[in-house]
């Protein structure tokens, strides 16, 4: 398997993946659309925000006269990697995020400039934040990048306001969306793998944790909490309703060989972004991104084209998974952690007596009804195919009834990447799973034909 993985990764570099970054002037909607987009390739645009007010206003004297009072969300972690995959012990790691403070902006400088402060804080909420969080500075920067979002055809789904230093890491993920990245101040370092890669990055479902200072474990349940690496910081593990997410722990910059041996392959790219540069970041693309030093950026997320890339890529992705779970019930018995015994010895007892099934008719209705549920984030009904991609990704759960019965653990919401989206996507597709498995039973060719149920009617 490894050597189809290897060969994949060949034929994109050969034939599609750059080996560096190009530098262009802002493009018409058409090239960038013809030369970038539509084959998925990064691009650095320069000279494309000099006329931003926010290149000459965004002093940090402007800021804090004008948002100094403004409550700001910050992450706060205490080794500056928030989002990250991180060991609890010998055997046990999770996903873990950082901790979220309300702070104003001023406290915000004031905490990123006081060396003696417990933390790396940075300003990194995503969820819209310039457009949420900071309307006094929407205008100072256009509110889309006018060629990408003609080419992308729509307009933002998220702007986000990002300040930190070189202190803080973003790790390595991917999003389903097409990303302009903009500096206004600083320079930026992002390390880009093609969603081809896929395999070489060990990709794996950990608990999601949060991290917590000491001096804020009062509001928390004692027995959740275990220590970090860090003296003062604690990591909280929800007992109940755990949640899990899927995540890289590949650090692309300092890999890990022997734990990590399929990550050999990888060749990331490299690129520096300069103040008033921008960077084309395709959809599915992964990424680890930090500061060269202090940085004040500006990006916008557009909804991405559900087209065949997106339909190859989760190929890819299954393909990946699979043989990594293959690799890990061939594995000698001997050589695995308890856990994983526990996980052979019940996979090889095979699966579990059948409960009797769902019958067809309210595992369609179920869907039926979760897809006619208008999602929250939008207050313009969305077409048809919208609400779709969107139960896919599952960025907005469909607040229906029948649909959370059938997955009662899973919270719904959650604009933040890498949270909840993951567990609604996997029960709805778990549903839609269990509905064509249904189907296929009682070999009913009419209902089949009638697939549309996975539509919202008209
Ligand atoms: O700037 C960062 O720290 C992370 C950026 C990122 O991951 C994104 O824009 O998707």
């Known amino acids: 398997m490894e050597t189809v993985f290897a060969q994949l990764s060949e034929d994109a570099k050969d034939f599609w993946a750059p080996r560096s970054v190009a530098r262009i002037p802002p493009p018409s909607p058409l090239v960038f659309y013809r030369d970038y987009v539509s084959k998925n390739i990064p691009v650095i645009i320069t000279g494309g925000i000099d006329h931003w007010p926010a290149m000459r206003k965004w002093t940090d ?16 972690t205490p080794s500056g990697y928030g989002d990250a995959v991180l ?22 400088h004031t905490l990123y400039h006081d060396a003696a402060f417990d933390g790396i804080p ?25 060629f990408a979002a003609e080419a992308f055809g729509n307009t933002p789904e998220a702007v986000n306001l990002w300040i930190g230093d070189e202190r803080a890491v973003s790790t390595m993920h991917k999003d389903h969306y097409e990303n302009m990245y903009c500096v206004v101040r600083g320079r930026k370092h992002f390390t880009l793998l093609p969603p081809s890669d896929v395999a070489f990055l060990h990709e794996t479902t950990y608990p999601t944790t949060r991290y917590v200072h000491e001096s804020r474990t009062a509001r928390f349940d004692a027995a959740a909490l275990r220590p970090s690496t860090h003296p003062s910081w604690f990591v909280h593990v929800p007992v109940e309703a755990a949640e899990s997410t899927p995540w890289i722990p590949v650090d692309p910059l300092n890999v890990d060989a022997a734990q990590f041996p399929n990550a050999k392959h990888i060749a990331p790219l490299e690129v520096v972004l300069e103040a008033g540069e921008m960077l084309y970041l395709p959809s599915l693309w992964y990424h680890r991104a930090t500061q060269l030093c202090d940085t004040v950026a500006v990006n916008y997320w557009h909804d991405m084209e559900f087209d065949a890339k997106y339909v ?24 695995l952690a308890p856990a994983r015994v526990h996980q052979a010895v019940a996979a090889a007892r095979g699966p579990a007596p059948r409960t009797p099934p769902v019958p067809a008719e309210s595992l369609l209705g179920a869907v039926r009804s979760a897809s006619a549920v ?3 984030w939008n207050t313009t009904p969305p077409a048809p195919t919208r609400i779709l991609k969107h139960q896919l990704l599952c960025r907005s759960l469909p607040p229906s009834a ?6 009662p653990s899973q919270t719904p919401l959650c ?3 890498g949270e909840a989206p993951k567990a609604t996507k996997a029960s709805l597709l778990a549903l839609r799973r269990q509905v064509e498995m249904r189907l296929a039973q009682d070999r009913n060719e009419e209902r089949r034909e009638a697939n549309e149920w996975w539509w919202p009617p008209a």
Do not use: M, W
Not at 135 to 140: F, K, S, T
Not at 321 to 329: D, G, M, Q
């Open 61 to 76: 004297d402007y800021l804090l006269q004008t948002i100094g009072n403004k409550t700001v969300t910050v992450d706060v």
């Open 87 to 108: 060991a609890l012990d010998a055997t046990t790691k999770v996903f873990v995020q950082p901790e979220e403070r309300d702070v104003t902006f001023r406290e915000f």
């Open 122 to 146: 940075y300003l990194s909420h995503q969820n819209d934040s310039l457009r949420d969080q900071f309307p006094q500075l929407v205008g100072d920067v256009d509110a889309a990048i006018g």
């Open 312 to 335: 190859y890529f989760n190929f890819v992705h299954g393909v990946a998974t699979a043989a990594k779970e293959l690799r890990l019930k061939t594995h000698s018995l001997s050589c």
């Open 374 to 376: 208008e999602p929250a």
């Open 402 to 407: 029948a649909a959370q019965a059938l997955a």
């Open 415 to 417: 604009l933040r990447k």
